[in-house]
């Protein structure tokens, strides 16, 4: 999967052309990428979006007017889990360890890597004569972190993906994602994530 220095390096929060940040990225994505073990899954289905949020045919509902918004115009939806697998967990604590700058640089290139591969998961599912909009997860916006386990059940990650979830509702493997993805007939979508959510001072806000 493509690695994007210059996104792992914003992540990051270095300054611009500070260079012992560069070389620290690439450093570190060179002790990383032997780690991956990218897997996913994605289910394809129809549904239906009104104010409050959307229900696919299946009969789940997923709650949120942010995510209703993002998908306005939308009458089918992908649903994705990915994950970098376990070992790149154990590669970061390993860094963080020995170095609390590796360990930062760490978490920052993992995070551009589960999102290169989700772009890549994306750029190979065939949807002819629909766009895809850009990916929206739970705790984007107003869309509580707890229907994450509404989206697990309906991927059956654990079973199909090794992907598993606490009761806090957070991922193991940690660099891993869910999200739904809106197929609309609209061939130019400008929508993004983060024009849909709320957290205006958010480091990794991408302004439009």
């Known amino acids: 999967m493509k690695f994007n220095s210059r996104e792992a390096l914003r992540y990051l929060g270095a300054r611009t052309n500070d260079k012992d940040a560069e070389i620290l990225v690439d450093t570190v994505y060179l002790k990383l990428r032997n780690e ?3 897997q ?4 394809h289905h129809k549904c239906q979006v009104d104010a409050e949020g959307i229900t696919i045919d299946t009969g789940m509902r997923f709650t949120s007017r942010d995510l209703a918004r993002h998908l306005h115009g939308c009458d089918e939806v992908l649903l994705l889990g990915a994950t970098l697998g376990s070992k790149i967990d154990r590669a970061i604590r390993r ?3 020995s170095s609390v700058a590796e360990g ?3 978490q920052a290139v993992s995070a551009i890597l589960i999102e290169s591969y989700c772009d890549e998961v994306q750029a190979g599912i065939d949807t002819p004569n629909l766009s895809q909009r850009p990916r929206f997860s739970p705790g984007y916006g107003d869309w509580q972190l707890v229907e994450q386990k ?3 059940r309906a991927l059956d990650c654990a079973r199909k993906i090794g ?4 009761d806090g509702c957070m991922m193991a493997p940690t660099k891993s994602v869910t999200a ?3 197929l609309s007939t609209e061939t130019k979508c400008v929508w993004n994530k983060c024009m849909t959510c709320g957290n205006v001072n958010c480091p990794y806000r991408e302004e439009n």
């Not at 992907?163 to 606490?166: I, Y």
């Open 104 to 106: 930062a640089a760490a």
């Open 36 to 38: 991956l073990q990218p």
């Open 95 to 97: 860094l963080a360890i």
């Open 40 to 43: 996913s899954i994605i289910l």
């Open 180 to 182: 739904i993805i809106g």
């Open 163 to 166: 992907l598993t979830l606490t």
């Open 150 to 152: 509404l989206m697990f």
